[in-house]
């Protein structure tokens, strides 16, 4: 995969984060509606909020590793790792285009 490959694909994901974010954001400020009365829905509702909360912070935490890769290929180093220097495995990019650190690296 190519540099304008990877970046057309993390520019893509980043997109697709980014509208997962909006709608985590509209649950969160329960722009469907407020609290079901029943405080059985009530608990259940409370629950759901806990796993989308979550949901939101991993899908921040993927943007912001989107941000970094796109960042590195704007520099011109996106397939090298960030820590070794060495260059990061085709395969590696295709599975993960948003790491910034080889195999060796990444399990350090």
Excluded: F, S, W
């Excluded at 295709?94 to 350090?108: F, G, N, Q, S």
């Amino acid at each position: 995969m190519d540099a304008n490959d990877r970046k057309a694909r993390l520019e893509a994901l980043r997109a697709e984060l980014l509208e997962r974010i909006q709608l985590y954001e509209a649950h969160q400020r329960r722009m469907t509606g407020a609290l079901d009365k029943d405080m059985e829905e009530q608990a259940q509702e409370i629950e759901n909020d806990e796993v989308v909360d979550l949901l939101d912070d991993e899908a921040r935490e993927e943007l912001d590793q989107i941000d970094k890769a796109l960042a590195r290929i704007t520099a011109n180093v996106g397939d090298r790792c960030e820590i070794c220097g060495e260059t990061i495995a085709p395969g590696r990019l295709v599975a993960l285009p948003y790491t910034t650190r080889c195999v060796d690296c990444a399990i350090e």
